[in-house]
């Protein structure tokens, strides 16, 4: 595949995900200096929270076993993951209700 076929293969890519209205996560720039104290999985996991967060709050319900289940990894490496995140200020999490789903909030950076 020559240069120019991969320039037009992503403009087309991009162009039709927009147009289909194909939900996405801005990851800005700044987001670099964050990443090189996280670990890859936590990196992974702060997308994922990104791609599922309701788009006005950033907030996100997801229970720590469904994310365990999608990433294929233990409740307590998720929990691992997640303090990693917590401990950079990328998120906030918040238990309302007693054995009730936390609420993940994505904080700006």
């Keep these: 595949m020559n240069e120019q076929s991969l320039v037009n293969n992503y403009k087309t890519w991009r162009k039709d995900n927009f147009y289909d209205k194909e ?7 700044s987001f670099k200096e964050k990443m090189r104290y996280l670990s890859p999985g936590a990196t992974s996991l702060y997308i994922y929270l990104g791609l599922h967060a309701n788009y006005k ?9 469904t994310i365990a289940m999608y990433f294929g990894k ?9 303090k990693e995140l917590e401990d950079n200020d990328l998120i906030f999490r918040k238990q309302k209700k007693l054995n009730h789903v936390s609420h993940t909030y994505l904080k700006p950076y």
């Design 23 to 29: 939900g996405f996560f801005p990851i800005f720039s």
């Design 57 to 65: 709050t950033g907030e996100v319900y997801h229970s720590l076993g």
């Design 74 to 82: 233990s409740t307590r490496t998720i929990t691992n993951w997640m």
